[in-house]
């Protein structure tokens, strides 16, 4: 079956809407014999005469008056497709937005991004999706709009980046904890019980391969998923946590902190999306958001 010429439906909606050749192929600038031409392919592929001869002058024919209803919106519905999209009206927009994000990233910069959301299009609606591993799959099929993390070997290299802020590990411990009052050692740091965290649990990791280089080994008695559940056991015992400082920030309200005694390298978080999103003006406003409520907050830390 050959397909349809999709460019005959421009020509068809100008034919019916002045119901002349001559005023047709003046308003798509084209010679009459032409014009004419393209009235007997059309007439070909609807099957229909259209334009029939009444006196000195053509008339549609019932056909025709039944097509003339539905390709003008047909025609603008394909002319708003392929224009550039117009400004984006924020107090109008309703939309819904999924994002997913580590562990303590909406305790943190949620309030600043919810603000700024609220303010500038209030019919917009986030929805926090928990991060459970770093796969890309979510981003590619469409499941979440957003991501915010670490870059690293699993993220898909067709997706798009931009920097957030950058983020290093401190120790954490209960007011009252013998870690709270003086210099924090290495040997005074492996000397306590720690709590670790890892989405996989597995119980050695980055602090761990440090340490091992020093020819220490901490004591981790228990391993959790996230690092809100890591600072929870922390501020009722006399365990130690390491989570990345700004990330945590407000779960660490109350708390005691301090760098930790052992070379660690900084971690830049980042904001990720697919490509499909690029030139999507709603999701491009979002990504604005996003940044701007992520610098607020360190700016104020």
Known sequence: MTPPDLNLLVTLDVLLAEGSVARAAKRL?????????ALAR????????????????????PRALELRERVGPLVEDVRAVLRPRESLDLRGLKRSFALRTSDGFVETFGPQLM??????????????????????????DGTVDLETGVVGKATSPELRIQTL??????????KGHALAAGEVTTRRYVGGRHVSVSRRGVDRGPIDEALELLGLEREI????????????LAR???????????????????????????????????????PRHDADAAHRWLRNCVQAACAEQVEQE
Do not use: C, N, Y
Request: hydrophobic share 45%.
């Open 29 to 37: 600038r084209l010679s009459p014999s032409a014009m004419s031409r």
């Open 115 to 140: 603000a700024r959301v609220g303010a500038e299009a209030p019919g917009v609606r986030l929805r926090f999706v928990q991060k459970a591993d770093r796969e890309s799959a979510p981003l590619r």
């Open 42 to 61: 059309l007439r070909e592929t609807t099957g229909d005469p259209l334009l029939v001869r009444a006196g000195r002058g053509l008339v549609l024919t």
């Open 165 to 174: 802020f950058r983020d290093r590990f401190v120790g954490v411990v209960r």
């Open 221 to 232: 008695v228990v391993t959790v998923g996230g690092f809100a559940s890591a600072l929870a």
């Open 236 to 274: 009722g015992s006399d365990l130690i946590a390491s989570v990345p400082e700004r990330h945590t920030s407000a779960l660490r309200m109350g708390m005691h902190s301090f760098p930790l005694p052992v070379s660690m390298p900084v971690v830049t978080v980042s904001l990720l999306w697919h």
